[in-house]
């Protein structure tokens, strides 16, 4: 977010709304300021501690990989409990990505605090809305997603909720699914000071994690991802939040291998795998 978009936007508050609105902008933005500058230390410390454990093969805080959104499909909630935030990249070992139920999850609100849980998409209430939404036409009013949203928000932001949802979808089914990147160089004046101050486009792509059998798992990003697997759209963008530390060792193996023949079976069985063309992209040789 450059200056003039600032500017702009500022000026923009202060002629539709008054100065009083523009004072509390101008605070609120300080102390979003503040946390994200303070965050982005965080994710830089992070990342020199990734890099000195595992070498080239660290991920980046905000790298962006391309999935086949119709393969996932189970969700994580939340990360890995609750004690990650939502800047950068991390790698975490331990059973998170096999804390499996098959029970309904009506609302994520509804789950306990302090429980982390992985589920079949297909037992999430919103996942089979969007669903019957997309290829049975039901009407989305008509649904239980609906009311419950409406019971826990209010009917104005249903109605919002609603509106983004077909929005996306005509871009999505027109092939129009934009990178965050994207979407932020080709229109930068219409995207709030205060949501994108000091944070890259990516950090707003759709989020997953990566468990350690290289499954992965829906994160954030409900609206769009949800679309884009039900269109079946052949390639999104998102960005990993956490992986599995047995994962990452993998991909330490991968970068520091110069030939396919010398990999481990497991590691050879993942080298098409999304989260590993970015350590193949050189190329490993066949033979050595």
């Known amino acids: 977010m450059n200056l003039r978009s600032v500017s702009r936007q500022a000026w923009l508050r202060l002629r539709d709304t008054g100065i009083r609105s523009l004072v509390r902008a101008g605070i609120s933005f300080v102390f979003v300021a503040l946390g994200r500058l303070y965050n982005r230390g965080l994710v830089r410390a992070r990342h020199y501690r990734h890099r000195r454990r595992y070498g080239g093969s660290a991920p980046e805080p905000y790298g962006v990989i391309f999935i086949d959104p119709t393969e996932v499909e189970r969700r994580i909630y939340p990360y890995v409990g609750n004690e990650l935030s ?12 096999r804390s499996y139920t098959e029970r309904t ?6 789950i306990p605090q302090h429980t982390q849980l992985v589920f079949p998409l297909e037992e999430s209430l919103f996942f089979t809305t969007i669903r019957a939404w997309i290829e049975d036409d039901d009407e989305w009013k008509e649904t239980d997603w609906y009311a419950l949203d409406t019971q826990y928000k209010s009917v104005a932001k249903a109605e919002q909720r609603l509106d983004q949802i077909e929005t996306l979808y005509e871009e999505i089914v027109s092939g129009n699914y934009l990178s965050q990147a994207t979407l932020s160089n080709r229109n930068p004046h219409s995207r709030s000071v205060l949501r994108y101050a000091l944070l890259p486009p990516a950090h707003f792509e759709v989020e997953v994690a990566i468990g350690r059998d290289g499954e992965i798992f829906f994160v954030d990003g409900k ?7 039900y269109t079946e759209a052949e390639r ?7 992986r599995h530390e047995a994962w990452q060792e993998l991909r330490q193996e991968i970068h520091d291998t110069k030939a396919v023949s010398e990999l481990s079976s497991r590691a050879r069985s993942h ?8 350590l193949t992209d050189d190329g490993l040789t066949e033979s050595e």
């Open 236 to 242: 999104i963008p998102v960005r990993v939040v956490v």
């Open 223 to 229: 609206h769009r991802f949800s679309i884009a697997k």
């Open 86 to 97: 939502e800047y950068g990249t991390y790698i975490r070992d331990g059973n998170w990505d």
């Open 271 to 278: 080298l098409s795998h999304p989260d590993m063309a970015d």
């Open 105 to 110: 999850i009506q609302y994520l609100p509804d």
